[in-house]
């Protein structure tokens, strides 16, 4: 398959409401919209790095040049038949694994318009429908807290995530626990807990019945995380810290973690991430697809990740309009009422780019021949 030329699409979309996290607070999301063009078709992928790099090291500033100057001059105007190709060609570029995803998510959508398979059949997935669970931000109140929650279990979400930090954690984890009873409830940390003069609180949230404690500590670590596993009763899940297969092995080795999140731009792509899907099936390693803040097209993926057979968690999987107050798909990726997401059956991505709403939110766009 030829590559002919692609075409770069900077957006913004104001959010719904401010999203609070340990890393900070979030209005608005911008997105790289990549279209890549080879032999009469269109690829489809979503650069969701955001504003800043509070998550990664990368963002959309970061990614764009990365993209212009480097990615997609190296591979325009090349024959790439395989993912595989795709993802040696990119690899003369050293990390960069947000804007590589974007590329790598267009290909897939390439190929399978060529090959006439729906993309999930492609990456060996197996399921029609997943799971999702709702991610519940920092609120100023318990009473704000609940209020949110009652309002995502009322749409089906099979499992709920409060985003924690040191000095908002058990307090509210209890009067959460006690309004949801025995409905499956995780936290996430961002990375914002120290074990020396944390290790404690985290002790406390056992007492709690969560399935998973979703990256207390750094970014960059692996060993502190073992420790602390060794501690908790509660699985502890890394996030940031699998930013490959390899760190996925050095975690499992280890004994750094039970369970991992798997975002595809975090790891570069949906080939990475089934390296790391199938390494934890291998060593009974509990996984679940994870998500950026993300427009109907990073959405589609991550559902499409979710349908490999081992992903045994409910993912992070939202629907268009959630976090933002609008989207760029058509139709709107949607939950079902028994809160599963249908994964794409036809070749491609099963949503359109609303070419209009494109242009409402444009920023900037280039175009690479």
């Known amino acids: 398959m030829r590559l002919e030329r ?6 913004s979309i104001p959010m719904v409401k401010p999203f609070v996290t340990a890393r900070g607070v979030e209005t608005e999301q911008q997105f790289l919209i990549i279209k890549l063009f080879a032999e009469g078709a ?3 992928g979503e650069c969701s790095a955001g504003v800043n790099p509070q998550y990664s090291c990368e963002a959309i500033a970061t990614c764009k040049p990365i993209l212009i100057e480097f990615l997609l001059p190296g591979l325009l105007g090349k024959n790439i038949d395989e993912v595989d190709d795709l993802v040696n060609a990119m690899s003369r570029v050293i990390g960069n694994h947000m804007a590589k995803s974007s590329v790598e998510q267009a290909y897939w959508d390439l190929l399978s318009q060529q090959k006439g ?7 060996g997935g197996t399921k029609k429908a997943v799971d999702a ?17 009652d309002t995502q279990l009322a749409k089906g979400f099979k499992r709920l995530k409060l985003k924690i930090s040191p000095g908002h954690d ?18 996430d940390a961002n990375c914002s807990y120290n074990l020396t003069s944390a290790g404690h609180q985290l002790k406390r949230l056992d007492a709690l019945d969560l399935t998973q404690i979703e990256q207390p500590l750094a970014h960059d670590d692996l060993i502190d995380h073992a420790n602390l596993q060794k501690e908790l009763l509660t699985p502890i ?51 679940w697809a994870g998500s950026m803040i993300s427009s109907g097209i990073g959405l589609v993926y991550d559902i499409i990740y979710a349908s490999l057979p081992g992903i045994n968690y409910p993912s992070d999987i939202q629907e268009s ?17 028994d809160g599963t997401f249908d994964v794409p059956q036809v ?16 920023i900037d766009m280039h175009i690479i021949s």
């Open 6 to 11: 692609a075409e770069i699409y900077h957006i």
């Open 42 to 44: 269109v690829g489809i």
């Open 117 to 123: 398979q729906p993309i999930y059949k492609l990456l």
């Open 133 to 149: 669970g709702a991610a519940i931000g920092i609120f100023s109140t318990a009473h704000e807290t609940l209020q949110e929650i």
């Open 170 to 187: 058990y307090k509210i984890l209890k009067v959460v626990r006690s309004h949801v009873g025995k409905f499956p409830l995780m936290v």
């Open 237 to 287: 899940c890394l996030d940031e810290s699998i930013v490959h297969v390899r760190a996925a092995g050095h975690a499992i080795e280890l004994q750094s973690c039970r369970i991992i999140n798997v975002k595809l731009s975090r790891v570069g792509g949906m080939s990475e991430a089934k390296k790391i899907h199938d390494l934890c099936v291998k060593h009974n390693i509990g996984v």
């Open 321 to 337: 309009g959630h976090y933002m107050i609008d989207d760029i798909v058509d139709p709107p990726v949607s939950m079902s009422a």
């Open 347 to 362: 070749p491609g991505l099963g949503v359109r780019l609303d070419e209009k709403k494109m242009k409402t939110y444009l």
